[in-house]
């Protein structure tokens, strides 16, 4: 099991307001991060590195002390400790108000991941050649397309795609969505954020997937979305 990370500021942004953070604990466990800040000058900066750094903070030291018997119930107590930190630094600083920050996360332990998610950064499974979006987008064209109001190509043109229902920090209390997800040899996944999946169809991310390994994969998602325009900072975390 091998864990790889890279972040850019991309081609129109003055500041990365992305974070991600990679860890393996032994040669059978480990997790990624990918956190995406919102709101202000500085504020979706500090929404971001403040998320990452408790989601971290809280695994480590659970599994450190052998206290991480339920990774699910794990997650799931990161996400919500991070939202209150959050929130409560939003309402008591002014330049913070409103900051927040979208968050993934998969704590890979043997043959399983456990997956907690908020907002509209993804996590996808590459299974046998084939890319499967495990994750579903808390966003307005989400909700479009589940209306039938567009189709899913339109997601990344719409000009309401950057618009996001659910965030880490936003309200006194946010729900995760969580998940568990069986792995077989050979899989990988990826977690990311919009700076990549706006810019980058999943045939393409698929392709780099499958002929690259790990390292070399994030290096060239994040080329491919700077060539692309690179509108918003781009995170790529490959987890083989």
């Not at 920050?101 to 950064?121: E, P």
């Not at 719409?158 to 077989?184: K, Y």
């Not at 994969?217 to 975390?237: F, H, S």
């Amino acid at each position: 099991m091998q864990f790889y990370g890279l972040t850019d500021i991309g081609q129109r942004r003055e500041m990365n307001q992305d974070t991600y953070y990679i860890h393996t604990f032994d040669d059978r466990q480990g997790f990624g991060l990918v956190c995406d800040g919102m709101g202000g000058q500085s504020a979706g900066n500090i929404a971001s590195d403040m998320a990452n750094g408790i989601i971290t903070d809280k695994i480590r030291k659970a599994v450190e002390t052998g206290g991480a018997d339920d990774p699910r119930g794990l997650l799931e107590a990161a996400v919500r400790e991070a939202n209150y930190s959050v929130y409560k630094r939003s309402m008591v600083e002014p330049e913070c108000r409103g900051m927040g920050t979208t968050a993934v996360v998969a704590f890979v332990r043997g043959d399983t991941a456990y997956c907690a998610h908020v907002g509209d950064s993804r996590i996808y499974l590459l299974r046998n050649g084939r890319l499967l979006q495990v994750t579903r987008d808390h966003s307005l064209v989400q909700e479009l397309v589940e209306k039938g109001e567009i189709k899913p190509e339109e997601m990344r043109t719409h000009p309401g795609r950057n618009m996001i229902t659910r965030a880490v920090g936003v309200g006194l209390t946010v729900e995760a969505d969580l998940m568990q997800i069986p792995l077989e040899a050979g899989d990988k996944l990826l977690l990311c954020s919009d700076g990549l999946t706006n810019m980058v169809s999943n045939e393409q991310i698929a392709e780099i997937l499958l002929q690259n390994g790990g390292e070399q994969a994030c290096a060239l998602l994040i080329q491919k979305a700077n060539n692309a325009g690179g509108m918003d900072n781009i995170t790529a975390v490959v987890i083989e």
